[in-house]
């Protein structure tokens, strides 16, 4: 299983992006996928997860209310809409994919993107 995330880039205050996760290798909704980011000088962190079938989906409190997580099951991606950004969401961010349980901590993914850098300029 190979995932790609994209979509990171430099915005302000209160500005918006959309992350994307596309994820080839095996059939994608047999996969609970998940956002983490690591900020500089701290551990990874959880900050959103959904169901293999979209059903269900879960936020860290410091996202909640602001960032949305979708998938689309025919396009092999899942996305992170992310609304009002603050400067302490300046951080790489990380898809991840697991079959067996939701990722809802670091320790859980069986497969990792790249990453891609988000910086919230004040």
């Known amino acids: 299983v190979q995932l790609q995330a994209y979509g990171g880039g430099l915005v302000q205050a209160g500005g918006s992006l959309r992350l994307s996760c596309v994820v080839s290798?095996?059939?994608?909704?047999?996969?609970?996928m998940g956002w983490f980011r690591q900020a500089p000088g701290k551990e990874r962190e959880f900050v959103s997860a959904?169901?293999?079938?979209?059903?269900?989906?879960y936020y860290s409190d410091s996202v909640k209310g602001r960032f949305t997580i979708s998938r689309d099951n025919a396009k092999n991606t899942v996305y992170l809409q992310m609304n009002s950004l603050k400067p302490e969401d300046t951080a790489v961010y990380y898809c991840?994919?697991?079959?067996?349980?939701?990722?809802?901590?670091?320790?859980?993914?069986?497969?990792w993107g790249q990453g891609t850098l988000v910086t919230v300029s004040s």
């Open positions: 959904i169901t293999g079938s979209g059903s269900k989906t």
């Open positions: 991840a994919a697991d079959e067996r349980a939701v990722p809802t901590i670091a320790t859980i993914p069986d497969y």
């Open positions: 290798g095996r059939t994608f909704s047999n996969y609970a």
